[in-house]
């Protein structure tokens, strides 16, 4: 064995670096394996960064409102500067339209016991606030193709803003600013790696093996590796203790010049969840826009099996989809001819919740299942995985008794059962991107 580590992070996308920073902070001597040439630049590179609050448990809620302070507050978070320039949170608000899956009751229920800041918003209310929208219901989605599609509606839309959503202006650099903190706290970054083998001993974790024979000894390795998460399971040979699955899941975001009084005086426009049509949308630089899906039950889903195979361009089809739908909301929205965006992964849980846990593996934890909802939480994804190598390694039975995390900024107390890899699916999840 050539190094060794308290504990190995395999990933430096936003998850690995947060994880490695919060280890890094605990005196951990923490190894982070990234296969690529720089952090960040797996499926964090094209995530569209948003930060909302609605989540169909109370936990996810708790979750991305404590998050959201530390993005608010990054400079502090971190604790130190970045020659690469810090990332930064732009708040725009959000609107989520109303629909059956995104049932306006059940949010609000939540973010009062959470304490997250809300308005309600009817069809009046929408067309004051966002120039240029229609504000009528056309649920369920359709295909493009569909003539229903075009159908009138007869009926108006509201829906729920939170004010304090907006978006972080650079995910990548994000995951480079955590990788950067968790570097000055000690920790090593080993990129162009990868990570072929979990090694075992006495019937636990005790290293990697890598692609170019390398070993690196430790008696804790978090699988961090988002898209790729389901062959370092394989490798560890956990998987058949988990009652929720993952699967990479290949999406795409478009970029279009913003309508015109979208992003007015000098102000971005809201993002706008719109599950009644099938898309999401938030502002981006230079009065662009970015447009992406939310898994209408009329669309076939990506579903891939290795994410190192996925098509990196934009399909002109899935372009036309999810512009025409933008189209259709924001009325004054051009359709452009030629695609323009990014193309990412998912790795998609069962039930669109995360996966942050141990394993029946002694030594090896996971951070996975991100559903394409994650990046908001990265912060406290550090210290959730922080708090279970701390507990579990000094004995604690997570399974058996679940750690609970306070949250720095608001009091609440978030449970840390609500991500485990045993808990029973719930089918009261959107089951799509919202979580
Ligand atoms: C298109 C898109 C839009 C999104 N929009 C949002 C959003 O608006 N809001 C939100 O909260 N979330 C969003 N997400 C989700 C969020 O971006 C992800 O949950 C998050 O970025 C995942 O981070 P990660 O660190 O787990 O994975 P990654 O960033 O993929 O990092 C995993 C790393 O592991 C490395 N790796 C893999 N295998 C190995 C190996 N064998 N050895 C060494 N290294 C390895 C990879 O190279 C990669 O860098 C979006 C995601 C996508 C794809």
């Known amino acids: 064995m050539s190094l060794t580590a308290d504990a190995i992070v395999v990933g430096a996308g936003i998850m690995g670096g947060s994880i490695a920073f919060e280890l890094a902070k605990l005196g951990l001597v923490v190894v982070v394996v990234e296969k690529g040439g720089a952090p960040g630049h797996g499926s964090t590179s094209a995530?569209?960064?948003?930060?909302?609050?609605?989540?169909?448990?109370?936990?996810?809620v708790a979750t991305s409102w404590e998050a959201k302070h530390c993005w608010e507050a990054w400079s502090e978070h971190l604790g130190c500067a970045d020659e690469y320039g810090l990332a930064s949170f732009q708040q725009t608000g959000m609107i989520v339209l109303d629909t059956p899956i995104t049932p306006r009751e059940r949010a609000i229920?939540?973010?009062?016991?959470?304490?997250?800041?809300y308005e309600e918003w009817d069809a009046a209310s929408l067309r004051a606030?966002?120039?240029?929208?229609?504000?009528?219901?056309y649920w369920p989605p359709k295909r493009i193709d569909d003539d229903a599609f075009f159908h009138?509606?007869?009926h108006e839309i509201g829906g729920l803003f939170m004010p304090d959503a907006g978006f972080v202006n650079d995910p990548q650099l994000a995951a480079q600013n955590l990788i950067t903190a968790a570097q000055r706290s000690g920790a090593t970054l080993l990129l162009n790696r990868t990570v072929t083998k979990i090694i075992q001993r006495d019937e636990r974790v005790a290293g990697v093996e890598l692609s170019n024979g390398e070993e690196i000894e430790s008696p804790v390795v978090i699988n961090?590796?988002?898209p790729w998460s389901g062959q370092i399971n394989r490798m560890a040979g956990v998987g058949a203790e988990f009652?929720?699955?993952?699967?990479?899941?290949r999406q795409e975001v478009h970029y279009v010049q913003a309508p015109p009084g979208f992003n007015a005086d000098g102000a971005l426009g809201p993002s706008i969840a719109d599950l009644d049509l099938g898309t999401y949308i938030r502002a981006a630089a230079d009065d662009?826009?970015?447009i992406g899906g939310t898994e209408p039950e009329c669309d076939p889903l990506d579903w891939i099996e290795d994410p190192d195979e996925s098509n990196p361009s934009v399909t002109a089809s899935c372009f036309e989809r999810q512009v025409t739908r933008a189209a259709r909301r924001l009325s004054t929205l051009g359709v452009p001819i030629t695609p323009k965006g990014v193309a990412g992964v998912y790795d998609v849980s069962d039930d669109w919740q995360p996966i942050y846990d141990r394993t029946d593996l002694a030594g090896f934890y996971v951070a996975i299942g991100t559903s394409g909802n994650q990046f908001k939480n990265a912060p406290l994804v550090g210290r959730f995985l922080a708090t279970l190598v701390e507990s579990v390694e000094a004995g604690h039975d997570h399974d058996e008794e679940p750690l609970h995390y306070v949250g720095e900024h608001t009091g609440n107390e978030i449970?840390?059962?609500a991500f485990s890899r045993k808990r029973p699916f719930n089918a009261t999840t959107s089951g799509n991107v919202m979580g």
């Open 224 to 226: 961090a590796a988002g």
């Open 288 to 290: 662009k826009i970015m």
């Open 243 to 249: 009652t929720i699955g993952v699967r990479p899941l």
């Open 109 to 117: 229920a939540l973010f009062e016991q959470v304490g997250v800041t």
């Open 415 to 417: 449970n840390l059962g």
């Open 47 to 60: 995530s569209s960064a948003i930060i909302r609050f609605n989540y169909s448990t109370r936990d996810g």
């Open 129 to 137: 606030r966002i120039p240029g929208i229609d504000a009528r219901s």
């Open 152 to 154: 009138d509606a007869d």
